[in-house]
């Protein structure tokens, strides 16, 4: 398998359970990110790891924890969430955390918090 | 305040024709810009880039325009073709850092 997987495809929760999203990447890519696409509105850029260290965070509330064990997985912890939480959470890696132009992206995690 | 705009949400163009998609920024210190596409239930994939010291890259059918003074860039697709039918994201970043991503449009291209 190559290139960057993300599960799983659709989630629906509700707001007191606990939830994960998983992202894999095959690319020997150094750098990943989590980003949100809520509809009508840019991507947002949520967390970034670079060799498996957090380097930024966007102001992302605490009900969202990353989490980057090695340099092909991230993973992104959900809990109490809030339906204005629910969108699109896409995955990404690029080369290197300065190469950042040319980002990789996962097919995306489709949320609902109910 | 969106520093990378895309004012138009959608877009229908006859197949055959030329789309352009359009994008604006704020930033002046932004030099290297992106255009990425997006099928529905799939990610962004990277289409074309252009360097802030270039006015113009071409790839294929695709063509991305820089104008610096006017703070514009502009995707020219030709002749467009059904299978382009997506969601077109500009992007643009400074010095390699994050990307600024815009609401991205939507084309049509009708048969």
């Known amino acids: 398998e190559t290139g960057v997987t993300q599960t799983p495809r659709h989630l629906v929760m509700g707001m007191t359970n606990k939830k994960s999203l998983k992202c894999e990447q095959h690319?020997?890519?150094?750098?990943m990110y989590w980003y949100k696409q809520s509809a009508k509105k840019p991507l947002e850029l949520m967390f970034v790891?670079?060799?498996?260290?957090?380097?930024e965070n966007n102001s992302v509330p605490s009900r969202f924890s990353p989490e980057c064990p090695n340099s092909s997985h991230l993973f992104l912890h959900l809990h109490t969430l809030q339906p204005e939480d629910s969108a699109l959470y896409l995955c990404?890696?690029?080369?290197?955390?300065?190469?950042?132009?040319?980002?990789?992206f996962g097919s995306g995690t489709q949320l609902s918090v109910l | 305040d969106q520093q990378v705009k895309q004012n138009s949400p959608s877009l229908s163009v006859q197949e055959g024709r030329i789309s352009i998609l359009n994008c604006d920024y704020t930033?002046?210190?932004?030099?290297?810009f992106l255009w990425y596409k997006k099928y529905p239930a799939e990610g962004p994939t990277f289409l074309i880039s252009i360097s802030s010291i270039k006015d113009k890259n071409e790839d294929g059918r695709f063509t991305v325009f820089l104008n610096k003074s006017a703070k514009h860039l502009s995707l020219h697709i030709v002749p467009s073709q059904p299978g382009d039918s997506a969601v077109y994201f500009c992007a643009a970043s400074v010095a390699g850092n994050m990307l600024t991503f815009g609401g991205g449009t939507r084309l049509m291209v009708k048969p």
């Open positions: 790891y670079s060799l498996e260290e957090r380097v």
């Open positions: 690319l020997g890519h150094n750098a």
């Open positions: 930033n002046s210190m932004f030099d290297y």
């Open positions: 990404a890696s690029s080369q290197d955390r300065r190469l950042s132009e040319k980002l990789f």
